[in-house]
């Protein structure tokens, strides 16, 4: 029976979601991703917090991990959970369509064979949207979300951040957009930048960050 895998490079790797969860049999970690990563997509679900996707021309490649699931999950339904997990649509019936079409905003599952001894290997990869991304774009986008609905929820793009930080995962970009974000608001670590955010949008008030 073939084995497989899902390459985890992002939230994925900390919060692998109520459906795949149970089906983590082991964890490859310290995998270097065949692709480039960067922060260059604003996600729509987490109030346009920037977060990480495969590019080309820019980036690097971060270690990840692989997530081996049981051998009895088929590779289509594999496919399945992570398109759920990635889309906000876990515990229904929806199932991921592969589209000839390219689109913008399409979340593609694909695939690896023959990766770290694992027989296949699923990744997720969305184009990105924000064009020349910057410390100070990335930075404003992050304090804007944290302060926003998906800060009350912890997936603002603060918590993000210190999350694959917590991963060791460094982007060549990472270390300049967090110094942006402690500067805009006059903090010494994330976790206090977070809870800055989080006080003015208990407040109401539009962050007022340092110019």
């Avoid at 991304?133 to 009350?152: M, V």
């Amino acid at each position: 029976m073939r084995s497989t895998g899902i390459l985890a490079y992002g939230s994925l790797i900390e919060d692998p979601g109520i459906e795949l969860t149970p089906l983590i049999v082991g964890r490859i970690f310290d995998v270097e991703t065949p692709f480039n990563i960067e922060f260059a997509r604003s996600s729509r679900t987490r109030d346009g917090a920037p977060t990480v996707v495969p590019v080309d021309g820019f980036g690097a490649p971060v270690n990840g991990v692989i997530l081996v699931l049981e051998e009895e999950v088929k590779i289509e339904v594999a496919r399945d959970l992570l398109w759920r997990r990635e889309t906000r649509n876990e515990d229904s019936d929806r199932h991921y369509r592969q589209s000839m079409h390219w689109a913008s905003n399409r979340m593609v599952v694909a695939e690896v064979e023959n990766f770290q001894n694992v027989d296949s290997v699923l990744y997720t990869s969305i184009s990105a949207n924000i064009p020349d991304p910057t410390p100070q774009t990335l930075a404003r986008l992050a304090i804007d979300s944290a302060a926003g609905h998906a800060g009350a929820l912890g997936k603002d793009g603060i918590s993000y951040l210190i999350s694959l930080k917590r991963q060791n995962i460094e982007t060549p970009l990472m270390a300049d957009y967090e110094a942006e974000v402690l500067r805009m608001l006059d903090a010494s670590t994330l976790q206090d930048a977070l809870a800055q955010a989080r006080t003015l949008a208990a407040n109401e008030q539009t962050p007022t960050t340092r110019s």
